[in-house]
């Protein structure tokens, strides 16, 4: 089936353009699985949407076990104030969080080394961090004990204990970040960009397969109708997530412990 004769939000064609407006990478990833799939020849019983949801969900599964990428954050403490906002992007928490006078975190935003080692790029000089982490060690030493926190939902809150005495310190914790599915690509993280899409194209071949063998089990390939293939899409969907969600728990490497 031609993609002239696919209609929006009937049948998987082309990138529905309201929906994935400005979605560079979501667009090359759908066709990729598309293709995958033997797009154009073969017609794809699926939406946009389903594909969509699998590509989301291949994301969300891959960050959650994986536990990358890791971000930093601050947030300036107000006098008796218990309860801030998370970021945005925030999918989950590390189990350590500190108070931070502003000159300490200061030295942690702007200083080189450290912006290597949280960007990942391999070009940490090892002394100068190790300096640093001691440096900021003994700091620590002089303000106190490290809090403890909780999660409040709906909306994602971040709650401390004890109550911050002081304004204009900092809290300061690393997070897991669930980036946007346009934004995901080989240069962000390439072993989870690889995962990610393999495993969204097994939740779509199941899904697949799953509409085939219910309503009849026959495809269109150019203009031949054949015996489809819907038991041997699910049989081969289930091997590969399996496979997959194997190769991910290898890829569940602690973080260092950053005390700061």
Known sequence: MSEQNCQSGDTMSLMDPDRYAG?????????????????????????????????????????????????????????????????????????????????????????????????FTGNLDITAYETLMSNLQLKLNRIGAVPTFEILYNPPRLKVYPAP???????????????????????????????????????????????????????TAGDQAVTGDGGVLIGEAKEEMATLEEDLELLRTPMPVLLF
């Not at 897991?176 to 495993?199: F, I, S």
Request: net charge neutral; aromatic share 14%.
């Open 165 to 219: 005495s002081q304004s204009n310190n900092y809290i300061v914790y690393a997070y897991v970040a669930m980036p946007k599915l346009e934004n995901w690509t080989p240069q962000v993280d390439m072993v989870g960009y690889e995962w990610v899409r393999k495993y969204a194209l097994a939740l779509t071949k199941f899904t697949l397969g799953r509409i085939r063998s219910r309503y009849g089990d026959t495809i």
């Open 23 to 119: 979605s560079n990478g979501a667009a090359e990833f759908s066709n990729w699985i598309k293709r995958k799939l033997g797009h154009p020849q073969v017609r794809i019983e699926l939406t946009n949407d389903q594909i969509f949801d699998a590509m989301q969900e291949a994301l969300q599964k891959y960050v959650s076990v994986a536990e990358r990428p890791v971000k930093y954050f601050s947030q300036a403490t107000i006098s008796g104030l218990n309860v801030y906002p998370l970021p945005d992007d925030w999918m989950g928490m590390t189990e350590q969080i500190h108070y931070l006078p502003n000159s300490i975190t200061a030295m942690i935003q702007t200083y080189t080394a450290y912006n290597m080692y949280l960007n």
